[in-house]
């Protein structure tokens, strides 16, 4: 069972333009969203997180939004830079003893010139 | 400071032979995980110790075994490799829940 879903699997942006990539849970015990971005050859790397209690958070040009009704959130990258390429995965836990992330299945994403 | 230490970077094993994946951390996080990646899957909990001592199954525990052999140390270990285990393995270390996980550069494991 998937508790995760990320949306598209890949991404062709042109430099400049705007990434968007969905996810969505079905466990309503989640608490905790980040985002992580991977590069070729290295372990994932923290990216921003989201908490439910707020609708949006943005850190420079990388922003979630949040929608918990619809148990919903995806990462906006404005202006996109050649530099961003790389791949992204969503993930979700739940508050406890341990972060047990369940990831999505990753979003590659190529940004052009 | 390195962070998360993975080692090997790179192994290939033959079907039936055993072998151990070391992850050390230098953060003083009380939780560590190891996740294998595979294409289309995203990342996949394996095991996680919360605190030194303890160790739980995560999502796809069968074939491995791990230690928590101090703060610092956690080890996978492969008994018997088979095929489906070839994967891109990786240690996570974190603090608490609701706290991001720090990552190492993972072990590329092939099984033939």
């Known amino acids: 069972q998937q508790q995760v879903k990320q949306s598209p699997q890949s991404l062709i942006v042109q430099k400049g333009g705007i990434s968007i990539i969905n996810c969505a849970y079905e466990?309503?015990?989640?608490?905790?969203f980040p985002w992580y971005q991977q590069f070729p050859g290295k372990g994932p790397a923290l990216l921003i997180a989201?908490?439910?209690?707020?609708s949006e958070k943005k850190e420079g040009r990388f922003t979630i939004s949040f929608n918990k009704s619809a148990k919903q959130f995806s990462l906006h990258i404005m202006d996109s830079q050649p530099g961003d390429s790389a791949t992204y995965f969503c993930?979700?836990?739940?508050?406890?003893?341990?972060?047990?992330?369940?990831f999505g299945t990753g979003t590659r994403l190529q940004v052009t010139l | 400071n390195a962070g998360v230490t993975q080692t090997p970077k790179f192994q290939v094993l033959k079907t039936g032979q055993s072998m151990t994946l070391q992850c050390a951390q230098d953060?003083?996080?009380?939780?560590m995980y190891w996740y294998r990646q595979d294409p289309g899957m995203g990342l996949r909990l394996i095991y996680y110790?919360?605190?030194?001592?303890?160790?739980d199954k995560g999502e796809v525990p069968n074939g491995y075994n791990v230690s928590r052999l101090n703060k610092r140390e956690f080890s996978l270990r492969l008994e018997s490799a088979a095929p489906s285990q070839t994967s891109v393995y990786f240690c996570?270390?974190?603090?608490?829940?609701?706290?991001?996980?720090?990552f190492g550069n993972g072990t590329r494991l092939t099984v033939t």
């Open positions: 996570a270390t974190g603090r608490t829940g609701g706290s991001p996980l720090h």
């Open positions: 110790s919360a605190s030194e001592g303890t160790t």
């Open positions: 953060m003083n996080h009380n939780s």
């Open positions: 989201i908490r439910p209690d707020v």
């Open positions: 466990n309503t015990a989640f608490d905790y």
């Open positions: 993930a979700a836990s739940s508050a406890g003893t341990a972060s047990k992330l369940t």
